[in-house]
C-alpha cells in the first residue's frame, strides 16, 4: 500500500507537469549542453556567433546579449573589443546637447538590426523577427525544436499550398513561416575549415542561442553537482543520527 | 518572581520570568509528546514551512533587483538570471519553490484525507490549513505574473476575467483587480504589492495552524489518541531528528530541479515577453492549478439562471471551499483509513480522480478530455456529499487498537520481546 501511495504521489507530480502540444514530432539530437555536466561546445558556439552575425543578424536581435559576455563562449577581451567595434550605436548626448554615433564598446549590447518594431515588420513583409535571446528556452522542445526548424524546410507537399511570401517547414506550427530558408549550404565560411553545410551551420548557431539563453548554465550545473554531493552526505548522516536517536523506541 | 525556574543560565532565567520564550520553546517544541508512530508522511507540514521560509527570503531578495513595470519587468528578470550575483540562483530556487510548496502541501493534505486528521477535535486545524491552501493559490498566482511573460499576461487575463461572471458586481470586481480596462501596468503594480504582502498573512496563519496544533497535537497512522507516556515521544530529539531525515531527502529533490532542470515546471511561452496583441495558441495555467482548471471548464451549459461561466467559477472555488466542511461531511468516527475498508478504497479513487482532473487541465477542453473533466468533476463533490456521508453509515471499520503502542509493540515485526513501554521513559 506505501508503494502504491508513493507512485500515485510521484504519478500526481510528474504526470501533470508535462502538457499536451500538438505537432509533428521533432527529432532528438545529441547536444554538448546536455547531461548534468553538459557544457556548451566553444568551437561550435563561436561558429554560431559567425552565422548569427553573418545571416540572422540581418533581421533577428540578441537584446539580452552584452559584447562583453562573448568572454563566456572563449573570446579573448581584445577580441572583444574588435568585434564591438565594428557595429556603431548612438550614444550622447554630448557637451554640446548632441547625440553622436560612436563604435560598440563591449558594454554595450548587441546592436539591433532596427531602430525599432515597426521598421523591423516594415522590413520584413509586415511578419516581425523575433529577438533571439531567449529562443531556445521560449519553445517547446527548444534546441532540438530549433535545430528541427532550421533544417525543416521544403517544398510543400503536394496538396499542400503556402501563401505569397511565405515558406512551408514541416516543423513550423501551421507549416507556413514568414522566414524564407535562412541557412543555405557555405553561407558562411569558417575559419576553422569546417564544412559549412545546413546541417553544421544549424547546430552551430543553436549551440550559440542555447548559450545565450542562459549564460549561467555551466555555473549552474557545476554547482549543482557540489551541492548535490554535500546533499548526499548529509542526509546519510542525518539518517544515522535519526537511527541512533530512534534505536529504543518500538 | 518565581523561584522554581528551570533555568540555572541569570540572563535567560531574567528573561523567561518576563518573557517565557524559553520555558515556551521547551515546552513546545522540546518535550512536547509526539505519537511514537508517525511515518514519514507526517514530515510535509515541517517542509511546508521550511518552504516558506525559503520563499520569503529568495523572494525579498528577489523584490530587491525586480521592476514592477510592464517596460522593465521581463528584462530585470532576466538581468536577475544574467548579471546579479547568484541572480539565477535565487530565481530557479523561488521558480521551482513555488511547485515544491504544491508538492509538499498537497502530500500534506492527502494525509490528513487518508489517515482523517481533519476529524474532532482537529476541525479548526484543518479549517486553517484550508485558508492557507487558499492564500497559497492566490500568493502564486500573483507571482507568476510578475515576470510578465506571455503566460504571465494571459493567465492573468484569463482567471482576472473568471470574476466578471459573478453578477451584479463582477465588472465592478475586475475593474479593480486590474486598475483599470486592461491587465496593465496597474495590475502589474498591485500584484507586486499583494505578492509581497500575502506571505507575511500566511505566516500568521501558520503560526495558528501550528498553535492549533499543538493544542491537539498530532493525530497519527493509528487515528487513536495518546493515552499517555508510553504512547509518545518528546519531540526533541525524535522528531528533529525525524524531520531532518525528511528535509535532506526533500532538499536533494528541491536542487534537482534546480540545478538540473530549472525549467521542468515552467512554460517555454514565459521566456516569451507579454504582447496583448498575440493570444498563445494554449494558455495554460501552473500544473498545480491544472485540476481546478479542468474543473472550471467542465461546465459547459447553463444551469437554470446561472450561466455555464458562473457555474465553472462556483464549482472552482467551491472545490477548494468544500474542504472547510469536510470534518461534518464525512459522518465516520473512525480516523485512519486503516480500519476503515472501504474509505481506504475510495481515498485512492478520489487521489486518481484529482490526477485524471489535473491531465485534464492541460488539455484543450473539447471531446474525450471534456467528457473526462466532466464526470470527473461530477465525481469530484460526489466524493464530498455522497460517498463520504453515505460512508459513515454503511461502512463496519475494523477493530480499533486500544492505544497507539498496543499495535506497535504487539503487531510482531522488529521489538524485541522485552521491549515495554517502560523504556519510553528516558529523556
Known amino acids: ?123 520584413n513583409n509586415g511578419a516581425f523577427p523575433p529577438d533571439l535571446s531567449l529562443m531556445v528556452e521560449a519553445r517547446v522542445g527548444g534546441p532540438n525544436y530549433l535545430h528541427a526548424l532550421l533544417t525543416g524546410y521544403s517544398d510543400p507537399p503536394s496538396g499542400k499550398t503556402v501563401m505569397e511570401g511565405m515558406s512551408y517547414n514541416k516543423y513550423f506550427p501551421g507549416n507556413q513561416i514568414a522566414m524564407p530558408p535562412p541557412l543555405l549550404d557555405d553561407a558562411v565560411e569558417y575559419s576553422d575549415g569546417t564544412k559549412a553545410t545546413v546541417e553544421q551551420m544549424s547546430r552551430d548557431i543553436v549551440t550559440f542561442l542555447a548559450w545565450t539563453s542562459e549564460p549561467n548554465m555551466e555555473e549552474r550545473k557545476s554547482m549543482g553537482v557540489k551541492v548535490m554531493l554535500f546533499l548526499f552526505v548529509f542526509t546519510g548522516l542525518l539518517v544515522a543520527v535519526k537511527r541512533r536517536v530512534w534505536a529504543d523506541v518500538h | 518572581m518565581s523561584t522554581d525556574s528551570q533555568w540555572k543560565n541569570p540572563v535567560i532565567r531574567w528573561v523567561d520570568d518576563r518573557l517565557p520564550i524559553f520555558t515556551y520553546l521547551d515546552h513546545e517544541y522540546q518535550q512536547f509528546p509526539m505519537p511514537k508512530n508517525l511515518n514519514y508522511f507526517w514530515n510535509f507540514g515541517a517542509l511546508a514551512s521550511i518552504v516558506l521560509v525559503v520563499m520569503v527570503v529568495t523572494g525579498i531578495m528577489l523584490a530587491m533587483q525586480y521592476t514592477p513595470h510592464v517596460d522593465y519587468a521581463f528584462d530585470s528578470v532576466e538581468r536577475i538570471m544574467r548579471d546579479v550575483n547568484y541572480g539565477w540562483l535565487l530565481r530557479y530556487i523561488h521558480m521551482n519553490g513555488g511547485s515544491m510548496f504544491f508538492i509538499v502541501v498537497y502530500i500534506h493534505i492527502f494525509r490528513g484525507l487518508y489517515y482523517g486528521s481533519y476529524k474532532a477535535p482537529r476541525e479548526l486545524l484543518w479549517m486553517l490549513g484550508v485558508a492557507i491552501l487558499l492564500l497559497m493559490m492566490a500568493t502564486a498566482f500573483l507571482g507568476y505574473v510578475l515576470p510578465w511573460g506571455q503566460m504571465s499576461y494571459w493567465g492573468a487575463t484569463v482567471i482576472t476575467k473568471m470574476f466578471s461572471a459573478i453578477p451584479f458586481i463582477g465588472d465592478w470586481i475586475v475593474t479593480l483587480l486590474w486598475g483599470g480596462f486592461s491587465v496593465d501596468n496597474a495590475t502589474l503594480n498591485r500584484f507586486f504589492s499583494l505578492h509581497y504582502l500575502m506571505p507575511f498573512v500566511l505566516f500568521g496563519l501558520v503560526g495558528m495552524h501550528v498553535v492549533a496544533l499543538h493544542v491537539t497535537k498530532s493525530n497519527n497512522p493509528d487515528g487513536v489518541e495518546m493515552n499517555g507516556p508510553q504512547d509518545s515521544v518528546p519531540f526533541h530529539p525524535y522528531f528533529t531528528a525525524k524531520d531532518a531525515v525528511g528535509t535532506g531527502f526533500f532538499l536533494i529533490f528541491f536542487a534537482y530541479f534546480v540545478f538540473f532542470a530549472p525549467n521542468f515546471f515552467g512554460e517555454a511561452d514565459n521566456y516569451i515577453e507579454a504582447n496583448p496583441l498575440q493570444t498563445p495558441a494554449h494558455i495554460v495555467p501552473e500544473w498545480y492549478f491544472l485540476p481546478f482548471y479542468a474543473i472550471l471548464r467542465s461546465v459547459t451549459v447553463d444551469f437554470w439562471f446561472i450561466s455555464a461561466k458562473l457555474m465553472g467559477v462556483i464549482l472552482m472555488f467551491g472545490a477548494t471551499m468544500i ?105
Open chain 1, 1 to 123: 500500500m506505501r508503494r502504491a501511495m508513493i507512485t500515485v504521489a510521484a504519478a500526481l507530480i510528474l504526470g501533470s507537469a508535462g502538457q499536451a502540444q500538438a505537432a509533428v514530432e521533432v527529432p532528438k539530437q545529441d547536444w554538448s549542453f546536455e547531461g548534468i555536466f553538459g557544457t556548451y561546445d566553444r568551437a561550435s558556439a563561436q561558429r554560431g556567433l559567425q552565422v548569427y552575425k553573418e545571416v540572422c543578424a540581418g533581421c533577428h536581435s540578441l537584446d539580452q546579449i552584452y559584447y562583453r559576455n562573448l568572454a563566456d563562449i572563449g573570446y579573448s577581451t581584445a577580441a572583444i573589443k574588435a568585434f564591438a567595434a565594428e557595429e556603431e550605436v548612438q550614444d550622447g548626448p554630448d557637451s554640446e546637447g548632441e547625440m553622436y554615433m560612436r563604435p560598440a564598446r563591449p558594454s554595450d549590447r548587441f546592436v539591433r538590426p532596427f531602430p525599432n518594431d515597426n521598421a523591423a515588420r516594415a522590413g
Open chain 2, 323 to 427: 474542504l472547510f466542511v469536510l470534518p461534518w461531511l464525512d459522518t465516520s468516527k473512525v480516523r485512519s483509513a486503516r480500519y476503515r475498508p472501504i474509505y481506504k478504497f475510495v481515498f485512492w479513487i478520489f487521489l486518481a480522480d484529482c490526477v485524471m482532473l489535473g491531465w485534464v487541465g492541460g488539455q484543450l477542453p473539447e471531446g474525450i478530455p471534456l467528457i473526462m473533466g466532466q464526470v470527473g468533476t461530477v465525481y469530484y463533490f460526489a466524493h464530498f456529499v455522497i460517498v463520504l456521508p453515505v460512508l459513515g453509515w454503511i461502512e463496519k471499520p475494523l477493530p480499533l487498537p486500544t492505544s497507539i503502542s498496543e499495535p506497535v509493540t504487539g503487531g510482531g515485526g522488529g521489538a524485541a520481546p522485552g521491549a515495554t513501554a517502560a523504556k519510553m521513559e528516558k529523556p
